[in-house]
């Protein structure tokens, strides 16, 4: 083997790297380029607003839009406080001990469960065995599964960055460990809480398999009345028109492809840009 | 008054604390259950090494062995890509980046994460599927060679985010030990910072690999569905993870075909599980450095 002068190796190694980085991040520019070139012409209000027409290859993508919000925000308001508490207790009560070590077990594997096995357990559970059908209620619960990792191990991350002596300081006046947590704990970990449930409702807004069997139809004529109706999302309307409908109107597509992701990663900059701006504004 | 309270609310955020345990109980529990009613009808070796997948015909078939390699195709392709690409540019964000473009290469790194996969899908229906068609001149570039470079991208965030905490986290007097005898900054990444952040790096491995066993919805769009032993990486092939997503909605509740999704999904369970767990080994691990 020849053997290259140490000089010249790392200049040749970091040029690799670097082409490495550049291949981990041109893939995803170019796919979002793609699809505001190809959608751009497409998104017009009524689009936005209008029922689809002539077997959805016209009209609007509006109950999408409204079954897909529906369903995040019931998913979020049922998984925020359950994945605040679990961290809240993670961070600030658990001891170091075998059961707490399952439980950190138990997250990890959460997270790593496929997310068509919890379309498989919502299937099972919430629409049979519960009988709520297939509906917002039985998606959201879904979901709301699925997003307990994600929420419990970013507000534990927050919960944590409150510096130690913020708690000391509230004991040593002789208040109780819940206030403490109450009245300076939480208010302090408050933004970290929030920029990772955004995060979460950015993900959850893009899932297409846990919905699959639990809440999504291919087509209803009217927008969702209450929690126990099925609707239509932008990941599976997405899916469906263009994978199941033959000679689909490719602007049909672009257009659902380019809001859904407009969608996701509006809300993902929000939380990025959050984050960074809490970090640089905060009380310590 | 005051201390009941408190008392309520803690334990309220204790049950909070015992919820994940639950559900992955309850998710395990549920699937065994469905699953293991199945295996009462059809023996649990054939399912895993029958080659056939025919649920649908006069004498149904329910052999998984089809899916399993697709699946593991599939991985193993996505692996080839994201696992260079994902370390090295670990590397380069961590220890080689100007520290004022890190934070924005690690961004957008992250985004790729953040692009929902049946998008992720639908764009390689469209691009990398015909171009695999032409440049291999085969009769659909609906392939599990397709799935993969679509499927290897996604794994890279993932594979990068935990390498570099591991990176990271390797002590400074490792590195100022190395310099200080004379090797150049690039030995001491290689020989020794590499080294120390290796469990890590496994770790990040790992995780990726359970994601891309996991994915679903850009795997169905790409792949092909076709549910044989695939002979090479440019056949069509189909994943456990589709099986279940594509043939769900045509099942009679509670019946043969029904339950046999339910046992791919134990045996998805399980897998993930045991990566998941080993993941988990491997960081720990790091934390003791």
């Known amino acids: ?284 | 008054m005051r201390k009941s309270l408190d008392y309520i609310i803690e334990t309220i955020i204790f049950i909070c604390g015992m919820l994940s345990i639950i559900f992955v109980v309850l998710i395990f529990s549920f699937l065994l259950k469905e699953g293991l009613s199945f295996f009462k009808d059809f023996s649990f070796i054939k399912f895993i090494t029958n080659q056939f997948w025919y649920p649908n015909s006069k004498i149904p078939s329910f052999g998984i062995l089809p899916l399993i390699c697709g699946s593991v195709l599939v991985t193993l392709g996505a692996c080839l890509i994201a696992v260079p690409i994902g370390v090295m540019t670990a590397l380069f964000i961590s220890e080689i980046a100007p520290k004022g473009v890190r934070d924005i290469l690690k961004s957008l790194v992250e985004l790729m994460a953040a692009i929902p996969s049946v998008v992720i899908g639908f764009v390689g229906m469209v691009t990398i599927v015909p171009v695999v068609k032409n440049i291999f001149n085969l009769p659909t570039g609906l392939s599990a060679f397709s799935g993969s470079i679509m499927l290897g991208f996604m794994a890279v965030p993932t594979i990068v985010t935990i390498s570099e905490d591991a990176i990271r986290s390797v002590p400074g007097q490792y590195k100022e030990g190395a310099l200080a005898l004379g090797a150049t900054k690039w030995q001491t990444l290689r020989r020794i910072v590499l080294k120390a952040a290796m469990p890590g790096i496994i770790a990040a491995i790992m995780l990726g690999i359970g994601r891309v066993i996991g994915e679903t919805m850009a795997v169905m769009m790409i792949t092909g569905n076709a549910a044989h032993v695939p002979h090479s990486i440019f056949d069509p092939i189909r994943t456990m993870t589709s099986t279940i997503a594509a043939e769900m909605g045509e099942t009679v509740r509670g019946g043969m075909h029904y339950k046999s999704l339910f046992a791919i999904g134990l045996v998805l369970f399980l897998i993930t599980f045991i990566v998941n767990f080993i993941a988990d080994l491997f960081l720990g691990k790091n934390k003791n450095l």
């Open chain 1, 1 to 284: 083997m020849i053997k290259l002068n140490p000089k010249l190796s790392q200049k040749l190694s970091y040029t690799l790297l670097f082409m490495a980085t550049m291949l981990a991040i041109i893939p995803v520019l170019v796919i979002i380029f793609f699809i505001v070139k190809n959608g751009a012409s497409s998104i017009s209000w009524e689009f936005l607003t209008s029922m689809p027409r002539n077997g959805m290859r016209a009209g609007g993508i509006l109950p999408a839009i409204v079954g897909t919000f529906s369903i995040v925000v019931c998913a979020i308001i049922i998984t925020l406080p359950i994945g605040v508490c679990a961290a809240i207790y993670l961070n600030e009560y658990a001891k170091d001990n075998l059961l707490t070590r399952i439980i950190k077990l138990a997250i990890v594997n959460l997270a790593g469960v496929p997310s068509v096995v919890y379309g498989l357990f919502g299937l099972g559970i919430f629409v049979m065995f519960l009988k709520l059908g297939v509906s917002i209620i039985a998606g959201a619960l879904t979901l709301s599964i699925m997003e307990l990792p994600v929420i419990i191990t970013t507000a534990k991350g927050a919960l944590n960055s409150v510096p130690q002596s913020f708690r000391e300081a509230s004991l040593s006046l002789g208040v109780t460990r819940w206030q403490t947590i109450r009245y300076v704990v939480l208010p302090n970990a408050l933004p970290g809480i929030l920029t990772g449930a955004i995060l979460s409702i950015a993900r959850i807004s893009g899932e297409t398999a846990p919905i699959l069997f639990t809440v999504a139809v291919f087509y209803v004529p009217n927008l969702p009345n209450s929690i126990f109706d099925q609707v239509m999302t932008l990941p599976y309307h997405l899916y469906i028109v263009s994978t199941q409908i033959p000679n689909m109107p490719k602007n049909v597509i672009y257009g659902t492809t380019l809001v859904l992701m407009m969608m996701v990663l509006t809300m993902s900059f929000v939380a990025i840009f959050g984050r960074a701006y809490f970090r640089k504004h905060r009380k310590w």
